[in-house]
């Protein structure tokens, strides 16, 4: 791990995100925009330990602008630590508490202007405090979670027993309320070292000099006001919540698989595509993987699906291995014939595919999508209706903002009574409402105004650019 030559006349911050596609892109694209958009010479500070391959392969990539230095860390041996069973967040912070010595070689070697940090980067507060080094935390889901995870410091000291167990939603101060079946499994029981985590990481977020959200006021109106308006948020106090969304990847390399994959889509007619990927840690059981085939093929729908090795275990058990999965061929999971049947309107690609160019290409029609919050901008800003599949995190919080709480963009399929998983009949009433129906026209009419929006949020003169602008101007003038 080298020093880094510092650029002569830029200005130099560090970025330090915890591993994982979903927290990695959105800094990424951060950085990115100061190195292009203002000049900056940026470190961005990647920690090796349990990265997968779709980390490495986009960390290392050719594309990456001048003044963009990727840091790579040393692996840490976390061989007696880390156990197959531990759950995600836990496992990240403890990935970084690992990493703690080498970032903290880094940052006294190659001392920055200032420091954006991961939600779950926090232990290093403590690091760039004794260097004198204003720090920002970059909060990578919606402002409706960091909302909540603001709030939930004073849940847990005046609330007994499991949040689960209430008997009426969650009402963060000033903002809206969240339903008790949509909260987040980090918080879904208070007994686990997953909770205790959690409720660490978020509780140092008023230690922040400021607070990033990608995220802007068109999108979250009342969790972005409430949040900075509100006397409970006042009083904490929160730093400067600094709405600067919707930060998305723009571009992507594409292999060749990626071009088969965008050749059949410039066959299809516009909107005509529903495309299914369940983000770059989701995975389905069996069960529901054979329904959801099913489904599509009861839809009679032209599609492209992501399919990917199902998990009856976890959810999310892709989220540490995306891209250097052992890919079985997809006729070993999918029901019998499928592909053949299907090969007329259908695309199934393994494991991965270049998300950014499927909903920008004009044939997609729709996105069946586990509602990260990535995944959900990205569909936003391409203006692409939604059929919401939520498996892990907060994810069934944002698919509720979505279907139900005024975004509407998107649509969630029901689960039958008794029933465990979603039926292939109610999955191919989704995908037909989506792909032809009035209320599908409704969503993309919906979701077009919203990609308006982003586009003019994030234009100089936009809330978003000027946001970037004017801390970009005091990191600049500011001197340490």
Same mark, same amino acid.
């Given at each position: 791990?080298?020093?880094? *030559? ?10 330090? !995100? ?6 990695? @892109? ?85 001392? !920055? ?14 690091? *760039?405090?004794?260097?004198?080094? !204003? ?23 005046? @609330? ?26 980090? %918080? ?19 230690? *922040?000099?400021?607070?990033? %959200? ?89 599609? @492209? ?12 058990? *892709? ?42 290409? !004009? ?50 399929? %029901? ?66």
């Amino acid at each position: 791990m080298a020093a880094v *030559a510092a650029e002569s006349g830029r200005t130099h911050i560090a970025f330090l !995100p915890s591993p994982g596609m979903g927290h990695i @892109i959105p800094l990424l694209v951060m950085a990115k925009r100061l190195v292009v958009h203002h000049g900056f010479h940026v470190s961005f500070i990647s920690i090796t330990t349990e990265a997968s391959a779709a980390q490495t392969q986009l960390l290392r990539s050719p594309d990456l602008p001048s003044g963009l230095h990727v840091v790579e860390l040393p692996p840490a041996d976390m061989s007696d630590i880390l156990h197959d069973d531990m759950t995600i967040v836990h496992r990240l912070c403890l990935i970084v508490r690992e990493n703690l010595p080498f970032i903290s070689s880094f940052l006294r070697q190659n001392p !920055p202007r200032a420091l954006v940090l991961d939600i779950f980067c926090t232990d290093a507060f403590q690091i *760039a405090k004794d260097l004198s080094i !204003p720090t920002y935390s970059f909060f990578t889901a919606s402002t409706a979670l960091l909302a909540f995870s603001l709030y939930l410091p004073t849940m847990d000291r005046e @609330i007994e027993g499991e949040y689960v167990d209430l008997p009426e939603p969650v009402q963060v101060p000033g903002c809206g309320a969240i339903r008790i079946e949509d909260l987040l499994d980090q %918080v879904r029981n208070r007994k686990i070292n997953e909770y205790k985590w959690y409720l660490l990481s978020v509780s140092r977020l008023p230690m *922040a000099a400021g607070i990033f %959200v990608n995220s802007w006021e068109d999108l979250e109106p009342v969790w972005l006001r409430g949040s900075t308006e509100n006397s409970f948020f006042q009083q904490i106090p929160i730093p400067p919540v600094l709405p600067m969304g919707p930060l998305v990847e723009e571009d992507e390399p594409l292999t060749d698989s990626d071009k088969e994959c965008i050749a059949w889509l410039d066959k299809q007619p516009p909107d005509s595509v529903l495309f299914i990927s369940l983000g770059s840690g989701g995975t389905l059981t069996s069960a529901q993987l054979t329904e959801l085939a099913w489904g599509l093929e009861l839809s009679q729908q032209r599609f @492209i699906l992501v399919a990917r090795t199902p998990s009856d275990a976890s959810a999310s058990g *892709a989220f540490f291995n995306v891209g250097n999965e052992v890919a079985l061929k997809a006729e070993a999971y999918l029901p019998q014939g499928f592909m053949e049947r299907t090969r007329e309107v259908g695309l199934v690609v393994p494991s991965w595919a270049p998300q950014v160019a499927v909903l920008r290409h !004009p044939s997609s029609g729709g996105f069946l999508s586990h509602c990260g919050w990535n995944s959900t901008l990205e569909s936003i800003c391409h203006g692409v209706p939604m059929i919401a599949w939520p498996l892990y995190a907060e994810q069934k919080m944002n698919a509720t903002m979505l279907a139900e709480e005024g975004a509407g963009v998107a649509i969630r399929p %029901v689960i039958g009574a008794g029933e465990k998983v979603v039926g292939r009949e109610e999955i191919a009433r989704v995908v037909r409402v989506v792909m032809e129906g009035e209320e599908g026209k409704e969503m993309r009419r919906r979701a077009g105004e919203l990609q308006r929006s982003a586009r003019a949020t994030l234009k100089p003169g936009g809330p978003s650019f000027e946001t970037l602008s004017q801390v970009a101007a005091k990191w600049t003038t500011t001197v340490q």
